[in-house]
């Protein structure tokens, strides 16, 4: 089983940042890729950034230029630094973790989630 603990989250007024971290745990053989995603209230829940394990990110277009993604190999550990936050940042953040096992069989977990709220 994989486990991923995610921290961080919290409320913060509009132009504010916050840093989300997610660590991951457990049976992993090796990652493909670590993300961030994010579901607002009546929204589909939809990619913020990943980045691989080569360490290429991909980003959102409404947060290229305020969030950066990073990740610390050695501790199965991605951050998610978020500056200028906006109130449409507001939403639950999801952390994902795409893996594969010794046969290459791929494997796709989420975090529980952690609630950003920016206020105006």
């Known amino acids: 089983q994989v486990q991923l603990v995610e921290s961080g989250g919290g409320l913060v007024q509009a132009g504010g940042s916050l840093r989300l971290s997610c660590a991951a745990s457990g049976s992993i053989f090796a990652i493909n890729a670590m993300g961030w995603y994010r579901q607002a209230t009546g929204k589909q829940r939809e990619l913020v950034a990943g980045?691989?394990?080569?360490?290429?990110?991909n980003y959102a277009d409404s947060v290229k230029g305020r969030f950066t993604i990073s990740r610390d190999n050695d501790k199965n550990t991605v951050y998610l630094q978020m500056n200028s936050l906006k109130p449409e940042d507001t939403a639950v953040y999801y952390c994902?973790?795409?893996?594969?096992?010794?046969?290459?069989?791929?494997?796709?977990?989420w975090g529980q989630g952690t609630q950003v709220t920016v206020s105006s």
């Open positions: 980045i691989t394990s080569g360490g290429k990110t």
């Open positions: 994902n973790l795409e893996h594969r096992d010794r046969w290459n069989d791929r494997y796709d977990d």
